[in-house]
């Protein structure tokens, strides 16, 4: 199976960076994604990664390196809205036929 | 991008009741869905793949005969929850694999109470 960790709360300020770590154990590794969730509400996709280094896009960054089973998501000039569950996900292409398995999420909480 | 959607978006339903719950791709093919649950403050459990055409195939300790699962067509795959108790209460959320490009795209999830 796989193991995917992520700490499950962090805490930062307005208009500051705050990186989300995620480390991962697969077998046939064939991706990795973040994506924000919003109390109540479906995730939504931020960022992909398949080889190694740094997507940008925007204010958010993601970072992989497939080596180390590791990867983050940095979020700069953080805002009031980003305040959500940050989801790290893994696609298995040997032990889980290509689909995503979801780590545990990291409650991001901003204040002002 | 692609658009996937459910319904209903909220449920409440007696316990002993059933509901379905639709999952449509909107705007491409889907031949394999995924269904989640997810409990307040945890992160998403998959519950079963649905591969249309065929039986899905559900993850463990996921009852079968209580969440029915029908992919009749490459837009629409289906789960009821039967039988429905309390414990049932979750949101479910539905997932679409558009195969060429190999990505996943989520529904709006369905909010299911049951009292």
């Known amino acids: 199976g796989q193991n995917i960790d992520q700490p499950t709360e962090m805490t930062a300020t307005e208009g500051a960076i705050v990186q989300i770590n995620c480390t991962y154990q697969?077998?046939?590794?064939?991706?990795l994604f973040w994506y924000q969730q919003h109390a109540g509400e479906a995730p939504t996709f931020l960022s992909y990664n398949v080889l190694d280094g740094l997507e940008e896009k925007g204010r958010f960054s993601s970072f992989l390196s497939r080596s180390k089973g590791y990867s983050y998501l940095l979020l700069k000039e953080l805002q009031m809205k980003d305040s959500a569950s940050y989801l790290c996900a893994v696609r298995d292409l040997i032990n889980a036929g290509n689909m995503l398995t979801f780590g545990g999420g990291t409650r991001l909480m901003v204040k002002p | 991008g692609a658009v996937v959607s459910q319904h209903p978006s909220r449920v409440i339903c007696k316990s002993g009741t059933s509901v379905k719950i639709e999952c449509r791709s909107l705007d491409f093919q889907a031949t394999t869905m995924f269904w989640y649950r997810q409990f307040p403050k945890q992160s998403l459990m998959l519950m079963a793949t649905?591969?249309?055409?065929?039986?899905?195939?559900?993850e463990q300790g996921v009852e079968k005969d209580k969440f029915l699962i029908n992919h009749a067509s490459l837009t629409l795959s289906t789960l009821t929850v039967t039988s429905a108790h309390p414990e049932d209460s979750s949101f479910y959320i539905c997932?679409?694999?558009?195969?060429?490009?190999?990505?996943?795209?989520f529904g709006p999830g369905t909010r299911l109470t049951v009292t």
């Open positions: 649905s591969n249309e055409g065929s039986k899905a195939t559900y």
């Open positions: 697969t077998s046939g590794f064939n991706g």
């Open positions: 997932s679409a694999l558009d195969s060429p490009i190999h990505e996943q795209y």
